[in-house]
Structure formats: structure tokens, C-alpha cells
């Protein structure tokens, strides 16, 4: 039956033997420095494996977890402290994306979780918690200012999230400036304690 | 009275609705006609087929949000009203698409602007892809009845400053500028729209057409994926759905078979061509799914010397045409010149930036303007738009390949917005690419625009108009459907969406899809019933 096929790729965080493919092919390609394509690792590139769909999963991995709080600070310019909310909201988010861009993420994270890629990929020599400021500075600038769209890509998924996870949350929007609600809409119904 | 949700009185009154997530749900359904999208298309057919006396049975894969889920939260807006969580890109990830995902699709969360089909548009279809009764004699008066049904009039009170500054700017340059017609009732000018209208002023199919169709007796089944067609001799025999939780999941143990006599896909410029490709419908000339066009969007921001609070305010008010046709149809790239607003998490995610340049220019908010660029896609060669295709999960991806055509058009946008937020006192101006800078001054904007580099994933592009797919005309060598939206190779499956254009619109699609769609969708109902 043909519903069957519009199940998903696996969560590539799941098991190291899926993602191995992926960490090969990008490996092979990055060493080519072959021009990116559409049928590139993280980017709508999830090989042929038709499958039951990907079962939920709104928890970081421990690995994942620790990109995020190194990489939040730095994508906020702000402390540790102010940046973990937003690495607590990551796991569900990133859950919530749908299956085709989850497990794109899902790719992108395992490749800058893993050792030996993290260090091909991101320049990052050791773990992230271990990482300098400017480690992680010059990691964000490469992949902003890199000629690989497929860099720039991985750079906006990564920034776009922790920004919008950050910005988008009550408790920071002073950080933009941003008022908040319009009073008058504390007439409507939605906003009574019992509604209409 | 606005404060009357006309979902919470159907709910109340015993509306048929049934959420494939849930235990009740039923496995199978019939209906005279079946109608897959609650979109601007679906929501239409569904108005003039339930009126017409037919049962008519409306699916969706999204929830059933309405005005008491409508907090203005940005981020529950994302997950529970966007496709893929506001995710969306092409397939190389260089274009970001936003699309709607509940019932109501993108118009319960669309900016309410309403423009007719352009004329020189209408007449392009008409020349090259043969559509019938196209022209604007044709059409007036199904747009005349979409204005009236979803009340369209031009924006009467003052733009917010955010559509100021393109009205101060493009005057100044001497720019024909003009009032957006907007698709509002009682609006209370808060600029919410794009999270749900929080006083249903908003005249979206959410409280209009589909509370039409319900009250003449339509069902709803919300949360459930269709997955395909079962096609058996040249006909839709019925079609399967999979249930899609509020969490973005499928759950494949929970499915529903509908069955009826025709059947609408209205599932807009993706989601259509993906159901008829995962299906397998005859396609001898391989046309579905190409011919995507997207409207691409390029933006600048501005900071201006007062604030512009460009989160507060009827979204889009303010529009000129100057630069849209003035090669002509078929010559270099044309764009209309809009306004977007800026709320803090769309603000965070368009900016393309990270570190002090992120929190400086998050800081500022209330003082950024933004200035947009709709390009006009597919009415040149050397603009075929993109191709919907499938994963091998069977899920929907766009490629849209980028060329030195669309490149010109980016650059004069660029420049061109850059001189109007200029002229309207901006102090700084900086095109969204990852390679610009702050510029001071037109002259410095000028010369550093002209030296930025185009190419995919340092421009910034965006897109919230997909349209085509399923191409309309009468031959079916160069189109999926006739000029009604009948399937050419199907006989009792029809098209009713943002698909069936033949190149984008050059302006907000909303109003061309309500308009045509009324014309095809009576025109349906007269062959159903007669
Ligand atoms: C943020 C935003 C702002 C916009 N602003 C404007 C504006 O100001 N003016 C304007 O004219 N236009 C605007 N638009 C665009 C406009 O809303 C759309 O062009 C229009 O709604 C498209 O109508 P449609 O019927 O083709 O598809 P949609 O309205 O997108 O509806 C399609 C529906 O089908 C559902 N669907 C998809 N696949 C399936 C499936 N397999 N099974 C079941 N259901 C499915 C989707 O969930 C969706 O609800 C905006 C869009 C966005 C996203
Ligand atoms: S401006 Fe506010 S009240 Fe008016 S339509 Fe938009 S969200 Fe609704």
C-alpha cells in the first residue's frame, strides 16, 4: 500500500550504523570540495529507506545538548545562563519540525557531534563544552562566510532556531524591545478566565 | 458582532467534525464530493458546492485552531499554523517557504492583502497556455463576489509607520503609490494576522466559507494526511488518508478511507502535485508538479530616526506597482514593492546573523523598517520556475534553480528599496545577503549593492506565494488540467488552488485563487446537480 511510502528516514541520531553513510559521503565530498548539490547530506538529501515514521523524540541527546549550550551563548551574545532556556526548548522544536527537515537536522547535528567530523566540518578540535570562545566564534564566521552554500545553510538552520527560540519566548521580549501584547486585546474572549 | 466565533456557535450547534488523531475518528467516509485543503481554494469550493445542496466532506492535515487558541504567540503560531513548524525551505535550503497548516490554511494566517488577478497576467494565460474565459470582463465579476462575500475594500485608515515608509519614500521619488485592499471586518489594526486573527476580523476561509459550508451541512475531518489517490479506469475510486498529530507525526496505524464522486484536491501549490505524484496519476507529458513558481522575496531593512514599531498595525497597507511591468510582461524580472511586519521571532529568523551584529540589531527592532520585493516569476523563458518532486519518504520538496535573470531582478530590488528607505530618512540600510553591510547613505547603498555578490544562500530569500504545479489550459500537452480545473486524463477529479496557475500572479495570490475558484467551483456545481 502506498501509504506506506510516505513514512520517513530514521532519526540518524538513533544509531551510529545510519548515519555512517552520511558522515562517508560528506567526508568524500568536502575532501572533493565538490560543488553542493541538492543531494547534499543534511539538506533534503535522506537516503531511500522507506520506513515506519520517525517516532517521536522531544529530548536533545546528551551529545546535542552540549553543541547547543556551547553554540547559544555565542549565537546570542548573551551568558550560559540566559541562553539555556533556549537549549531546554530545543529538543522539542526541533521534534516538531516534521520528519523531512527533523531528520535534516538530525544529520547536521549528528556530523557536529561526532568527533572526527566535527573536526573535519566545523574546525572544532575539542568537544564543544571544552571549546574556546574563539573556537566557536571562528566556526559560526567559516560557516557564515564559507563559499559552500551548504555551510551557509547549516549556519542559518543552526542561528535561525536558537534566534527565533530565544526572541520569540515573553521572558526575552525586552530583549527586542517589543512591547509585548496590545492591551486592548486583554478584552477578548481567549484572554477571560472562563471564556465566552 | 466580531466577538462571535463562528466556530465556537458550529461547534455548539453540532457541526460534524471528526480529528483523525483520536479514537472516535471513523475509518471510512463518503460524500457527494471530496475536497482535500481547507486553503483559500478549498474553502471556496466548499462554500459554493455545500450551497449548491451537494454533501461535501473537507479534509485537512492540520488542527482545527480558532479564535480561542489565537493568544498572538508567535511560537505556538509557527508550530500549530505553519507547514513544517515554519520551516520550509527549497530543496537546497536557499529559499524559505511559509505556508499555512490548519484549517483556514495559509489564510488564517495570511497579511489580508487582496488584489485581482493583474490584467496583463490574465491575458498572459490567455495568449500563451489558452485558458477560457479568462480575460477581465470574464473574471470581474467572480472577483466582485469574493470582495463582497470576504468584505475587500482598499485600507482606508493611516498606514502603521512601518507602511509609512515606503508611502514617505516612494512619494518622494515620485513612485505611484497606493492603498492595499484588504479582506477585513471591524479590524482593530493590531498586526497580528500572520498568528491567527485574534478578533476574526480577518475575513479568512476559517470564519467565512467554511462555517458556510458547515451550516449547509458539511463534515470535517481534520488531522489526516491524504496520501494518495486510488485511481481504477480513468477515475478517482478513493483515497486514503494517515492521521499527522499536532506534533508534526504521522501515525500510520490511524487511517481513513474516503470515498465520493468528485473529488477537489486543494491542498495548494505543493501539497496538490505531491498527492498526485505519490498517486501516480497519468501524467503522459511529465507535467505535474513543474512549473512552481514562488514570488521569490528579497528584503532590506532599515533603521529609521523614530520608531516604527513594525510589529504593531495592519501588516500591509502600502504598495507600489512601479517597477512590476515596466519592461512589459515578458521582459526583465519585475517586482512589486510591499511592506512585511516584524515580530521578534521572524525578525530573529530572517536576519541571517549571530553574535553582537544578532543582539544590536534585535535591539533596535522597534526602529526597523523592512522594505520587500515580490518578484514575478514565469512569464520568461529564463524563468520556468522551480518542480515539485518527492522524497523517497514520499514527502513534497520544491527545487527552484536561481539564474542571472532572477539575479537581475534581485539586484535592482535591492537597489531600489535601498533608495526609497533612504529618501524616507533612514539612517542605515542593509539589504538582507549575507555579505552586506550597514550602508549610511544612497550613494554608499549604490555602490555596494552593485559589487554584492547573487548567489544561492547569500541573498536571503523567502517565498509565502507558491503557486502553479498543476498547470491550467486546454492542451494537455502543456497542461494537468483544463481552464475549470478539471484533470485532463481523470474525469471526476478537479484542481482548486494556488496549483493551477500558469506563471505566479505579480501580486498576493489570495483574491486570484477565491476568484477563480468561485467561477470553476459554480461551474462544478451546475454539472453535479444538473
Ligand atoms: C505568512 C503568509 C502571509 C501571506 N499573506 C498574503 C496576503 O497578504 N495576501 C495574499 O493574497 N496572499 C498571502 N499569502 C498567500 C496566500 O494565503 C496563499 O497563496 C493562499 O492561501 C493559497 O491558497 P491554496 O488554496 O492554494 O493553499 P493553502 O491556503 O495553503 O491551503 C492548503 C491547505 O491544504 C492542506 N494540505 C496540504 N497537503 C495536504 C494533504 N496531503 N492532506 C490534507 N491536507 C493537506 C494544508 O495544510 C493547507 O491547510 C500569505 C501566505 C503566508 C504563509
Ligand atoms: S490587523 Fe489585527 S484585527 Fe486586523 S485583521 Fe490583522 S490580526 Fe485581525
Redesign the pocket.
Known sequence: MKAISMVSCPPATATSSTSGLSRRTFLKRTAMASAVTASVPWIHGCASRPMEAMPAQPDLSDDQRQLFLALAPVILHRSPEESEPVVDRMGLAIDSLGDLNRSQFDELLALLTFAPTRVAIAGVWPAWEDASQKDKEEFLEDWRSSSLGLLNAGYIGLTKLTAALHYGHPENFEHSGYPGLPVAVQSLPQFQESPV | MSLQDPIEKGLMSGWRIDDLTRDDAPALLEADVVI???????GTAAEILSRAGLSVLM????GLHHQKDFKLDELWAFGNL??EANSRTTADAAISI??????????T???????RTPEPTLNYWKQQFGVLDIDSANMAPWFQDRENRLNIAPWAAEPNANNSVLQNGGRQLGWNIKAIPRNVKACWNLGYC?FGCPTNAKQSMLVTSIPDAMNAGGRLLTR????QLLIEQGQIAGLD?VALDAGNHLRPSRQCRVKGRHYIL????I?SP??LLRSEAPDPYGLTGKRTFLHPVVANIAEMPEKVDPFYGAP?SIYTDEFNWRDGNEGKLGFKLEVPPLHPAMAAGVLGMHGEDLRQNMERLPYINSVLALMRDGFHEESPGGEVKLKDNGRPVVDYPLNDYLWDGVREAYLQMAECQFAAGAKRVRPLHLDSGDYRSWSEAREAIRDLPLKAHRVRLFS????GGCTMGENSRTSVVNSFGRHHHLNNLSVM???VFPTSIGA????S?YGLVARNASRLAAELTG
Open positions: 482535500v485543503g481547507t486553503g483559500a481554494g478549498g479534509i485537512e492535515e492540520g505553519y507547514q511559509l505556508q499555512g497548516k490548519s484549517v483556514g490554511g495559509s489564510t494566517i495570511n497579511w489580508t492583502s487582496s488584489f500572520g489526516a494526511s491524504v496520501s488518508c486543494s491542498a495548494g501549490a501539497g505531491a498527492i500591509q509565502a506565494h507558491v503557486m488552488d494556488g496549483s498576493n495570490p489570495q483574491l485563487i
